[in-house]
């Protein structure tokens, strides 16, 4: 079962200044600014609005007390200002998430749409890469989001920067892997993953030389293995870790 996630984003502390005044207001008005407010979206449209909606709503939303206590005014008030706090802190979020959204994350929303409008559609390559644009939209996005801390983490953001990192790595078929990374790599456990022929070609390859021979080496098909493993490692993580991705 999915578990729910901590609004990191939402500081409180920030939001406890005083209700607005609505006393000015009619009941039909309260009624109807407490409607729209509580529509999806909001139907308010701009923060004074917002204000008044806030007090209204925190007038209304009284909390279930059990054994039949009836909450004293310090209390009943204390409810009043967590619920405000918490609305606003959802309301001004969204507002700075809207501006930021337009000159970050919608470039990189643009170049997934590019990707996937106009990449060929024959080659493998040209997935990963579509993949991977989509990967950079949803680090950005939670990095800004409601679950994510004052520095842009959250809890699984390590899990997204390792898939992002695999996937520049596959859809070059290898062209950013060193010689050091294929001196290092372990070939067990891989035969279920690559031909065993290609395994035998890579153990029994020279090692890489400056010369130019037009023979393959160690490193030409060290590059092929290493790539299925980063294959491998991104759907494990996509198969067991993804479902933590999620606001």
């Not at 206590?69 to 802190?89: F, I, L």
């Not at 959802?90 to 809207?98: A, C, Q, S, V």
């Not at 001196?183 to 067990?188: G, I, K, P, S, Y």
Request: charged residues 30%; glycine residues 4%; negative net charge.
């Amino acid at each position: 079962m999915d578990e729910p996630k901590m609004l990191s984003g939402l500081s409180q502390s920030d939001y406890s200044y005083p209700l607005a005044d609505v006393s000015y207001l009619s009941e039909e008005e309260k009624k109807d600014l407490l409607r729209r407010g509580m529509r999806r979206p909001k139907e308010l449209y701009s923060d004074e609005e917002f204000e008044q909606w806030v007090t209204v709503f925190a007038e209304w939303n009284t909390y279930s007390h059990s054994n039949g206590h009836k909450p004293t005014e310090e209390e009943r008030n204390s409810e009043k200002m967590a619920t405000a706090s918490y609305e606003r802190g959802l309301w001004y979020h969204r507002k700075r998430f809207n501006e930021w959204k337009k000159e970050h994350l919608q470039p990189l929303i643009d170049e997934l749409v590019e990707h996937a409008a106009h990449d060929p559609q024959y080659d493998w390559q040209y997935l990963y890469a579509l993949e991977c644009a989509k990967l950079r939209c949803m680090r950005a996005y939670f990095s800004h989001s409601l679950i994510a801390n004052e520095n842009g983490n959250f809890s699984f953001n390590r899990w997204i920067d390792i898939c992002i990192s695999l996937l520049q790595h596959i859809k070059g078929d290898g062209l950013h892997i060193s010689r050091q990374q294929i001196e290092r790599m372990n070939t067990r456990n891989v035969k279920n993953i690559v031909p065993s022929t290609l395994v035998g070609a890579y153990e029994e390859a020279p090692a890489p030389s400056d010369e130019e021979d037009g023979l393959p080496d160690k490193f030409y098909y060290g590059e092929k293995i290493y790539v299925r493993k980063m294959e491998r490692l991104y759907y494990r993580i996509r198969l067991y870790k993804m479902r933590e991705w999620w606001e």
